[in-house]
Nanobody
Framework: QVQLVESGGGLVQAGGTLRLSCAAS????????MGWFRQAPGKQRELVTT???????NYADSVKGRFTISTDIAKNTVYLQMNSLKPADTAVYYC??????????????WGQGTQVTVSS
């Protein structure tokens, strides 16, 4: 079992900066990918960014150039640096980890979420 704990959310003004952290713990043999999703009130959860174990990254168009995902492998931690925040970035941000399971399967784990609120 894998546990993910996010931190770093808060209230900032438009144009501000936040850095989110997600620490993974538990029985982790390897992780295929980690990423960040977000969900605003009344909207579906959407992909923000992912990073795979070969270092490849993907970003939603809405955050390209402003957000950066990075990892500290030794600490099993993934970060999300968020710059030039906009009110549209307001959401609960969820960390995820894709972990290999048995028989070629993959298990997706989620953190509890951390609130990011950007005021104008």
């Amino acid at each position: 079992q894998v546990q993910l704990v996010e931190s770093g959310g808060g209230l900032v003004q438009a144009g501000g900066t936040l850095r989110l952290s997600c620490a993974a713990s538990g029985s982790i043999a390897s992780i295929n990918a980690m990423g960040w999703f977000r969900q605003a009130p009344g909207k579906q959860r959407e992909l923000v960014t992912t990073i795979t174990n070969d270092g490849s990254t993907n970003y939603a168009d809405s955050v390209k150039g402003r957000f950066t995902i990075s990892t500290d492998i030794a600490k099993n931690t993934v970060y999300l640096q968020m710059n030039s925040l906009k009110p549209a970035d307001t959401a609960v941000y969820y960390c995820n980890a894709d972990v290999p399971g048995g028989l070629g399967s993959t298990h997706r784990y989620w953190g509890q979420g951390t609130q990011v609120t950007v005021s104008s």
